[in-house]
């Protein structure tokens, strides 16, 4: 059974079975003793294994295994298959489950011998299974059960409800990841980001409050900028329409926040700053502060028009955004920019990762705020031939969707 035939056996089963459909290929083409898939979790500092019998009989008792120092580690830090010597059993195979640079998890195979076309067969039936995952968690609380180690309270919910459903995203132009460390008392952070033919957009907020008032806050400032993006309205106007919000329905309250837009062709960058703290960028080895003119937070009254500023960004730059969360309490003295520097040759999900482990352990894991980061490596534009090549996939695409 090749990839095709496994993703569509998978789509012609029920979404909790699909992981089971692909766990019973894999036994039967290479006569594995186990299979079983491991979740990130949302803290990303454990791997969580839904195993094909603990899914059958909808267990609500998962392996819990820290991943610091593991061998998952190394799979999904180097986005490669190991495979490891079992003394008198076999080899353990260990593939990683990303889907365009979303770290799913990783599957794992005990196996009673190996051979370079198993391993590539593993590799696609891996691949396969993100793209199961990606699609079946909309029908599905499994995948959102398998990630949480921890009881979720309500504010918690809503606030992870309005986060993008895959925190990291790669293109020929950029690679980016988002991390929020939530309070213990949740003080309604959120990142966000899309993209579409000509554009990527950004945006990092944080409502003022804790608990279920700012998630809701927060509810209002992320579908408000949502809503006027998908309308096609400008950077202006999309701030506009985040403030009106709060104007409106905020109880007085207010969110700071950056919102840019980045050009694919590499024409050019530009951002909103509504009171929130200067990005950091590393270019050529050094770490610096973008300085930026401040408008008040959305939803500060006497705020006019908000102000739409150039973004100084260059291919091979790093830029980093983030809430005051990250430097708040215990970690009001963490050297971010020194953080930024020893994780330079990391991708951006480990560079998130890096950056909120320090948070969290320098709080002793209870954060006084909120703390979320964004880390994107900006490419640049892709040539000519690459880009109209890319237009051309996506306009077929297009059409065979209509058909």
């Not at 979303?102 to 051979?115: H, M, N």
């Not at 008040?296 to 500023?309: A, C, D, K, N, S």
């Not at 260059?314 to 970690?331: C, F, K, N, S």
Request: aromatic fraction near 4%; charged fraction near 25%; charge should be negative.
């Amino acid at each position: 059974m090749g990839l095709a035939e496994v993703l569509a056996a998978a789509e012609k089963a029920a979404p909790v079975d699909s992981l089971n459909v692909v766990a019973r290929n894999l036994r039967d083409r290479f006569g594995a003793r186990s299979v079983s898939f491991l979740f990130v979790d949302v803290a990303g500092r454990r791997m969580v294994r839904v195993s094909e019998e603990a899914t059958a009989r909808q267990e609500r008792g998962p392996d819990r295994i820290p991943l610091a120092g593991s061998a998952y580690d190394e799979v999904l830090h180097g986005q490669k298959l190991v495979h490891l010597r079992v003394d008198g059993q076999g080899y353990r195979v260990l593939a990683p489950v990303t889907n365009r640079g979303d770290t799913l998890g990783v599957l794992e195979l005990f196996l009673p011998r190996v051979a370079p076309e198993v391993l590539e067969q593993i590799e696609e039936a891996a691949h396969a299974l993100a793209y199961i995952v990606v699609t079946d968690r909309r029908f599905t609380d499994l995948y959102h059960w398998g990630q949480r180690t921890t009881r979720v309270s309500l504010a918690a919910e809503i606030q992870r409800q309005l986060l993008p459903s895959s925190p990291s995203c790669e293109a020929s132009e950029f690679a980016l990841a988002c991390a929020l460390a939530p309070a213990d008392n949740i003080a309604g952070d959120t990142y966000d980001y899309a993209l579409d033919r000509e554009t990527l957009h950004l945006s990092v907020t944080d409502a003022m409050g804790h608990d279920v008032d700012a998630a809701l806050m927060a509810t209002l400032v992320v579908n408000a900028s949502r809503g006027a993006r998908r309308a096609g309205a400008g950077l202006v106007e999309q701030a506009g329409e985040t403030h009106k919000a709060l104007l409106g329905h905020g109880r007085g309250t207010f969110a700071t926040g950056q919102l840019l837009r980045i050009a694919l062709d590499g024409s050019g960058a530009r951002l909103v700053n509504a009171g929130h703290p200067w990005p950091l960028r590393l270019r050529g080895g050094l770490v610096s502060e973008i300085p930026l003119h401040a408008d008040l937070p959305f939803g500060i009254t006497t705020q006019g028009r908000y102000r739409v500023q150039e973004l100084d960004l260059r291919p091979g730059d790093r830029l980093v955004l983030y809430t005051d969360g990250m430097q708040e309490g215990p970690a009001e003295d963490l050297d971010l920019s020194a953080l930024i520097s020893d994780t330079a040759t990391e991708h951006p999900r480990e560079v998130v990762r890096h950056l909120i482990g320090a948070v969290a352990d320098v709080c002793e894991g209870h954060l006084p705020d909120d703390a979320t980061v964004l880390c994107l490596d900006w490419h640049g534009p892709v040539p000519q031939a690459q880009s109209h090549a890319r237009t051309t996939v996506q306009d077929r695409a297009a059409v065979a969707a209509r058909s």
